[in-house]
């Protein structure tokens, strides 16, 4: 099922449209070197294969896993031999290209400056700290993206109807379809092998028949209907509840019927200041960090740190206080409980601000003992409203107690 032309490429719009350096590579015969960069079954080798099979030009892979210095040179010298003889181009295809060390990684230099091949490596590791920046800075880098649902969702209809795979000997039923599109996780091969598999078992392809044949069961979860939101409920009341096994259970289910990490990460994060707020700040700290993390790396090592969090989150103190302070301060805003911010705190740094009696009385509280000066700071309408009023739960305790001596100094108790 491997495309035999660019038109044929499920994926990568970004790479493949009009004016594109690969499109130009393929219009043109000129030799070019190239670094595709992206996640697993994305198509990086296909696209060695495609500018390979329509340019005519010799295809020549070489696995940085097995291949050496005497086999990259062996490859250049015969390329080199191809060009002079008949005059026919050679596509240097190197799979793996970070798992070459830099004297493997120098071979390649020479082929690469004088244009003997069209050389094209492929890695899934970032060129920047794993390629010889000689060899990068001769190279175009081309980025892969992983393959969207509705991607992988034409790769396995076609499979299924295309000769070169089952021909249409088999259906495939939508929810079986479904099931295969989220297990590949936007990688094409592997949506392809695990269509191959079912398709040994059965000709008809259900739910159950994909199940048996990747050994893994389907997670009933629609991301747009009840399910999704039915889970994600379980999954907060049980961090609100401090059961971290369930809530770990819930986060599995997300993870395994596809969701979004970064919807979860994001609930997390909610949860943290909502459910624990001032009871353990570094909750939010973390959930801010798994966020982060996982943004960066995505799945699946990211589920770990989706756990982390979670089970942080589970285990700590619980305290709803920040949420109900700043619940009732917005309130009292939307009843008109608003009132003109005293003249002492006003602005009085630009050019007349202290004809207008701005900034006028103000006591600065570093000047005096303990960093606390007895003043007006709300509106005269809220002075003696109470937003935060915080529990006694974890680290929230000693919060209360300074919180309360604060309040009855500053309001003149």
């Known amino acids: 099922m491997r495309p035999r032309t660019l038109d044929e490429v499920i994926g990568q719009r970004h790479l493949l449209g009009p004016g594109t350096p690969l499109r130009r590579l393929v219009e043109s015969e000129a030799p070019m070197s190239l670094f595709l960069w992206g996640p697993p079954g994305t198509g990086k080798t296909t696209l060695a294969y495609v500018v390979s099979n329509v340019t005519k030009r010799r295809f020549v892979e070489v696995s940085a896993v097995s291949a050496g210095v005497k086999d990259v040179r062996a490859a250049i010298d015969n390329a080199r031999r191809e060009l002079g003889m008949s005059g026919r181009q050679t596509v240097l295809f190197v799979d793996e290209v970070h798992r070459f060390n830099k004297a493997q990684q120098d071979a390649l230099l020479p082929a690469v400056e004088n244009r003997w091949v069209t050389f094209i490596g492929a ?28 991607d992988i969702r034409a790769v396995l209809e076609r499979a299924v109807s295309d000769p070169r795979g089952l021909g249409g000997r088999a259906t495939l039923a939508p929810q079986a379809l ?24 059965a000709d008809d392809i259900t739910i159950e028949v994909v199940e048996k044949a990747v ?30 096994d369930a809530a770990l259970h819930y986060l599995a289910r997300m993870i395994e019927a596809g969701e979004d990490p970064r919807f979860i990460a994001r609930r997390i994060v909610i949860f943290a200041s909502e459910d624990v707020g001032m009871a353990d700040p570094t909750c939010l700290q973390t959930a801010v960090a798994a966020a982060q993390a996982v943004q960066l790396i995505g799945l699946p090592e990211g589920q770990i740190t989706l756990a982390h969090a979670v089970i942080h989150c589970a285990m700590a103190p619980k305290s709803n206080a920040v949420v109900k302070a700043i619940g009732a301060a917005v309130g009292d805003v939307r009843r008109g409980l608003i009132g003109q911010v005293p003249g002492h705190l006003r602005d009085a740094h630009y050019p007349g601000a202290a004809k207008l009696g701005h900034g006028d009385g103000y006591k600065y509280p570093h000047d005096f003992d303990h960093g606390l000066v007895r003043q007006e700071y709300a509106p ?24 309360a001596k604060i309040r009855d100094f500053l309001r003149g108790s």
């Open 380 to 403: 005269e309408q809220v002075r003696d409203r109470r937003y935060y009023e915080p529990t006694r739960h974890g680290a929230e305790a000693p919060v209360a107690d300074r919180w």
């Open 178 to 201: 479904e099931h295969l599109v989220r297990l590949a996780g936007g990688d094409a091969r592997r949506s392809l092998t695990y269509l191959e598999a079912a398709a040994l078992l």
């Open 123 to 150: 890695t899934t590791e970032n060129p920047f700290f794993s390629v010889i920046s000689p060899l990068l800075s001769r190279s175009l880098l081309l980025t892969l993206e992983s393959l969207s649902e509705d």
């Open 215 to 244: 050994d893994k069961a389907a997670v009933r979860y629609d991301r747009q209907g009840d399910q999704h939101y039915d889970v994600i409920s379980a999954f907060i009341k049980s961090m609100r509840g401090s059961d971290a």
